[in-house]
């Protein structure tokens, strides 16, 4: 349970409702503050206890009265007694005359002066006072039992998200220093600026918790001040009951009794509120400070140059099969860590932003820039290592929105790529990097193998069409042509073309010492 701070006697309560400015407001420059909003919950649950406790004072001062009443003025001792213990959570109340406190001592001090009272009056105050303050006591419990489902849940929520919160800031910085350590080399779902984006969509949700609980905690303590006032309201009519039942007595019991409803009358109703907003303004929120906005919030590791993409904006890509076949706009990002990624949009807050299709581009190929089209072969690299094990190679093809943007987007991805696997050899498509490295012994350009008999090839985007015989050996990425290119000594498949030369033309792959080694199946390159 928290500690307060212990109130001075004496001081008067203020008019003016001042709230802490920082602390449970929060500061905007923090991902995951310090402050516990359930700190609020705790002091306002705690008041609640305050008040009734005072009201069970009141229903015990009342039982005692009626047993007092038989016993005259022996009995009268234990009415003193029932009330002479100071208030539990009594800090919760101005000591000062005029309030709560002074209510109670003055009741204190008026039962001393009682010496006798009359028996008649104890089945009436059984069946008149002790009602009202019984069903107040009900209220009390439960406006605490509501506010323990209502804010208090709501500050664990805000608890369990700030704690996915930071465990993910955790992530990107601990993937941050593998991504210097490592020189860039790191796995596509825990490149940085994923991490970054997942940081921001977690945040978001940790700061709706925040705004929500705030406005339920704002509501709560506006309706603190009414309720206060109902309660106030209700011991007044209880304490107005109990002098009408024992007017019967004596004047001077009578004048005692009245002194003790007239105290209590002359409590305003909001006079223990505002002091008690005077005494926790450094605990309760301030209605008038902003919610919090992502837009103001940092944290570790924002704005690393891992996470700043090399180029980004829209491009298209064209499907390869399927009834969507054709050109899709999709959001397209180059990250320092060399990863070509595809999402659908740019918004990190409706869901969490994974990547489509990610091309890890140091392991791809790209081809010549025709227009505003260029190609990429490679793997993706969204499904993690045991999808990448699985997945095959594939030309993906791009369209840029001009000319020019393509060649922006291509001088960034071929510095991506390295110069090893750039072809200039337009509109040929690239070879991959495997099938490169198992030719690089060979005197001559590569050339693919025959696909297997009976199986008619699948024509690779970005072919040339119309080429003559004389322009049908492939060029690797920077190397001259060659015209002295020994030819295969027979003819291929029927249907069946090399890269670069259109199927039908009957011009036949370059070999020089045998094929290039590796074997694929129809469709692949």
Same mark, same amino acid.
């Given at each position: 349970?928290?500690?307060?701070?212990?109130?001075?006697?004496?001081?008067?309560?203020?008019? $003016?409702?001042?709230?802490?400015?920082?602390?449970?407001?929060?500061?905007?420059?923090?991902?995951?503050?310090?402050?516990?909003?359930?700190?609020?919950?705790?002091?306002?649950?705690? @008041?609640?206890?305050?008040?009734?406790?005072?009201?069970?004072?009141?229903?015990?001062?009342?039982?005692?009265?009626?047993?007092? %009443?038989?016993?005259?003025?022996?009995?009268?001792?234990? *009415?003193? !007694?029932?009330?002479?213990?100071?208030?539990?959570?009594?800090?919760?109340?101005? =000591? /000062?005359?005029?309030?709560?406190?002074? &209510?109670?001592?003055?009741? @204190?001090?008026?039962?001393?002066?009682?010496?006798?009272?009359?028996?008649?009056?104890? !089945?009436?105050?059984?069946?008149?006072?002790?009602?009202?303050?019984?069903? &107040?006591?009900?209220?009390?419990?439960?406006?605490?039992?509501?506010?323990?489902?209502?804010?208090?849940?709501?500050?664990?929520?805000?608890?369990?998200?700030?704690?996915?919160?930071?465990?993910?800031?955790?992530?990107?910085?601990?993937?941050?220093?593998?991504?210097?350590? $490592?020189?860039?080399?790191?796995?596509? $779902?825990?490149?940085?600026?994923?991490?970054?984006?997942?940081?921001?969509?977690? &945040?978001?949700?940790?700061?709706?918790?925040?705004?929500?609980?705030?406005?339920?905690?704002?509501?709560? =303590?506006? /309706?603190?001040?009414?309720?206060?006032?109902?309660?106030?309201?209700?011991?007044?009519?209880?304490?107005?009951?109990?002098? %009408?039942?024992?007017?019967?007595?004596?004047?001077?019991?009578?004048?005692?009794?009245?002194?003790?409803?007239?105290?209590?009358?002359?409590?305003?109703?909001?006079?223990?509120?505002? +002091?008690?907003?005077? @005494? =926790? $303004?450094?605990?309760?929120?301030?209605? /008038?400070?902003?919610?919090?906005?992502?837009?103001?919030?940092?944290?570790?590791?924002?704005?690393?140059?891992?996470?700043?993409?090399?180029?980004?904006?829209?491009?298209?890509?064209?499907?390869?099969?399927?009834?969507?076949? #054709?050109?899709?706009?999709?959001?397209? *990002?180059?990250?320092?860590?060399?990863?070509?990624?595809?999402?659908?949009?740019?918004?990190?807050?409706?869901?969490?932003?994974?990547?489509?299709?990610?091309?890890?581009?140091?392991?791809?190929?790209?081809?010549?820039?025709?227009?505003?089209?260029?190609?990429?072969?490679?793997?993706?690299?969204?499904?993690?290592?045991?999808?990448?094990?699985?997945?095959?190679?594939?030309?993906?093809?791009?369209?840029?929105?001009?000319?020019?943007?393509?060649?922006?987007? +291509?001088?960034?991805?071929?510095?991506?790529?390295?110069? #090893?696997?750039?072809?200039?050899?337009?509109?040929?498509?690239?070879?991959?990097?495997?099938?490169?490295?198992?030719?690089?012994?060979?005197?001559?350009?590569?050339?693919?193998?025959?696909? !297997?008999?009976?199986?008619?090839?699948?024509?690779?985007?970005?072919?040339?069409?119309?080429?003559?015989?004389?322009?049908?050996?492939?060029?690797?990425?920077?190397?001259?042509?060659?015209?002295?290119?020994?030819?295969?000594?027979?003819?291929?498949?029927?249907?069946?073309?090399?890269?670069?030369?259109?199927?039908?033309? #009957?011009?036949?792959?370059?070999?020089?010492?045998?094929?290039? +080694?590796?074997?694929?199946?129809?469709? =692949?390159?």
């Amino acid at each position: 349970m928290p500690s307060y701070p212990p109130e001075k006697a004496g001081q008067p309560g203020s008019q $003016s409702l001042p709230y802490r400015g920082t602390g449970a407001s929060m500061s905007d420059d923090e991902a995951v503050p310090d402050v516990d909003q359930s700190d609020t919950s705790k002091l306002l649950l705690e @008041r609640l206890q305050a008040w009734k406790h005072a009201c069970g004072y009141l229903e015990n001062y009342i039982s005692t009265t009626e047993k007092v %009443q038989r016993a005259h003025a022996k009995e009268y001792e234990k *009415v003193l !007694k029932s009330v002479s213990d100071p208030l539990k959570e009594g800090h919760h109340f101005d =000591q /000062s005359l005029g309030g709560v406190a002074g &209510l109670f001592e003055n009741i @204190r001090s008026n039962t001393q002066g009682i010496a006798n009272s009359h028996l008649e009056t104890e !089945k009436n105050l059984k069946g008149s006072v002790s009602p009202i303050l019984g069903r &107040l006591h009900t209220e009390i419990k439960n406006k605490n039992k509501e506010l323990s489902k209502g804010a208090v849940r709501g500050a664990k929520e805000v608890d369990k998200a700030r704690n996915v919160t930071q465990k993910h800031i955790e992530l990107l910085g601990q993937h941050t220093a593998s991504f210097d350590a $490592s020189g860039g080399k790191i796995d596509s $779902s825990n490149d940085p600026y994923v991490l970054q984006r997942g940081v921001n969509h977690r &945040l978001n949700k940790q700061v709706l918790e925040e705004n929500n609980s705030r406005h339920d905690l704002i509501a709560v =303590q506006d /309706s603190f001040q009414q309720f206060e006032a109902h309660v106030i309201t209700t011991i007044q009519q209880a304490m107005s009951a109990f002098n %009408q039942l024992v007017g019967g007595q004596a004047e001077r019991q009578r004048a005692m009794y009245s002194d003790m409803v007239a105290t209590a009358q002359k409590i305003p109703l909001d006079f223990e509120w505002k +002091g008690f907003v005077h @005494r =926790q $303004s450094s605990l309760l929120i301030d209605p /008038s400070s902003p919610p919090r906005s992502v837009d103001n919030i940092s944290f570790p590791n924002q704005n690393h140059r891992a996470t700043q993409p090399l180029i980004a904006g829209t491009l298209e890509r064209k499907s390869r099969a399927g009834p969507l076949k #054709g050109y899709s706009t999709n959001y397209y *990002v180059v990250t320092p860590a060399k990863y070509l990624h595809e999402f659908k949009d740019t918004d990190d807050f409706r869901k969490d932003p994974t990547p489509e299709l990610s091309l890890y581009l140091p392991d791809c190929t790209i081809g010549a820039i025709s227009g505003e089209k260029f190609n990429i072969k490679g793997k993706d690299a969204s499904k993690g290592k045991i999808g990448g094990a699985l997945a095959t190679n594939h030309e993906f093809a791009f369209k840029a929105h001009t000319a020019s943007d393509a060649e922006k987007w +291509g001088n960034v991805i071929k510095d991506a790529v390295g110069a #090893g696997h750039v072809t200039n050899d337009a509109p040929m498509s690239p070879t991959s990097p495997v099938e490169s490295r198992n030719v690089s012994g060979q005197s001559g350009p590569p050339a693919y193998q025959e696909e !297997k008999k009976g199986v008619p090839p699948v024509q690779t985007q970005g072919l040339a069409q119309g080429r003559g015989p004389q322009s049908a050996t492939p060029q690797s990425a920077g190397a001259p042509p060659s015209s002295g290119a020994p030819q295969s000594a027979g003819p291929q498949s029927a249907g069946s073309g090399w890269y670069g030369a259109p199927a039908g033309t #009957g011009a036949s792959a370059p070999q020089s010492g045998g094929t290039s +080694g590796v074997e694929r199946a129809p469709g =692949q390159y």
